[in-house]
């Protein structure tokens, strides 16, 4: 396994077409692979309202370049993995923010039961796993339920669940609380201002590329009820901290010092909580996944994979 400093992807590097993993619990999620079976298993988990396809195609052929078989999916409520019940009103997400006593549809340890499920489905019996955002909770989450199986993990722009840390800039409550009109060019024209408030100031997306992703994310299916149900997961998950202690595996933690979705307290928080963690803080860097970072997301990812395959 290499740990390359400006990797190259290869036309010849093999890519899965997308399969659907029917789960015990009855959800069925889509995934994808890059690379091949026999590298070092990866699971990517992406966040809140997010596709697989938010893990770019290069970003993740960079990862499998570097020697890795990975693996990326669609969380259920999103994309084309199953869609769940359960109605969730503005007002059940406003109590839950404020710290009230709500009922979910399910949990941010549901969501982790769905990517070990998707792991046993391939047959892996452990895997490095990278989250992002609410997909680092999930892989925090992941590796508390079944350590056994989290190889290495790297939580990227998340938290820990703590109350009091990777909060929410309040500039962006008007904007995300805001209703939006029905069909596929309102979502696009959301989505371009979402992104331009919360995205990377040190390195700035063309509006073009924005436009592209959010149409491709509303045709691949976007659900608002299910993305109120993913929203409630987050806002009533516990706080993870004092178990994070009893983590061993080498951990990553990666945080954007211009985060204003989930504050870089958050990174912080996560990183004193597991003994041994690496913390990243980029200047710049917002809440997103900027094509300038790959070859440094690839870079700190090998390097936290390398000495997980050290300590074996």
């Known amino acids: ?6 990797p190259q992807p290869s036309p010849e590097l093999t890519t899965s077409d997308e399969a659907f993993a029917p789960l015990p619990s009855g959800v069925e999620l889509c995934y994808q692979t890059f690379g091949e079976a026999s590298g070092e298993p990866l699971l990517l988990v992406m966040g809140l309202g997010g596709p697989m396809t938010w893990w770019p195609d290069a970003l993740c ?3 499998a370049e570097a020697g890795f078989y ?27 923010l404020l710290g009230r006593a709500t009922s979910a549809p399910y949990s941010i340890d549901d969501l982790a039961q769905d990517a070990l499920g998707l792991m046993d489905h391939l047959g892996l019996d452990s895997a490095h796993v990278v989250g992002v955002s609410m997909g680092g ?12 199986r989290v190889r290495s993990l790297t939580s990227i722009m998340s938290t820990t669940g703590h109350r009091r840390v990777g909060w929410q800039s309040p500039a962006l409550l008007t904007t995300l609380r805001a209703s939006r009109g029905p069909g596929k060019q309102a979502y696009v024209e959301r989505s371009v201002v979402v992104w331009g408030l919360i995205g990377s100031p040190g390195f700035r997306q063309p509006e073009e590329e924005l436009r592209d992703r959010a149409g491709a ?12 149900r993913q929203a409630l997961a987050v806002l009533t998950q516990p706080d993870r901290t004092p178990r994070l202690g009893s983590l061993q595996m080498p951990t990553l933690v990666m945080h954007g010092l211009d985060d ?5 307290s958050g990174g912080r928080a996560t990183a004193r909580a597991i003994r041994g963690a690496e913390l990243v803080v980029i200047p710049g860097w917002g809440h997103d996944l900027p094509e300038a970072l790959y070859p440094t997301f690839v870079r700190w990812i090998s390097r936290t994979a390398e000495r997980a395959l050290s300590a074996r």
């Open 1 to 6: 396994m290499s740990e390359p400093s400006s």
């Open 61 to 63: 052929r960079m990862l």
């Open 70 to 96: 990975v693996v990326r999916y669609d969380n259920r409520d999103i994309g084309r993995s199953s869609r769940m019940s359960g109605q969730v009103g503005v007002g059940t997400l406003a109590r839950a």
């Open 137 to 148: 909770m999930v892989a925090q989450t992941m590796a508390l339920t079944a350590p056994q």
């Open 217 to 228: 994310t509303w045709e691949r299916g976007i659900d608002d009820a299910g993305v109120r």
């Open 260 to 264: 204003r979705m989930v504050h870089v």
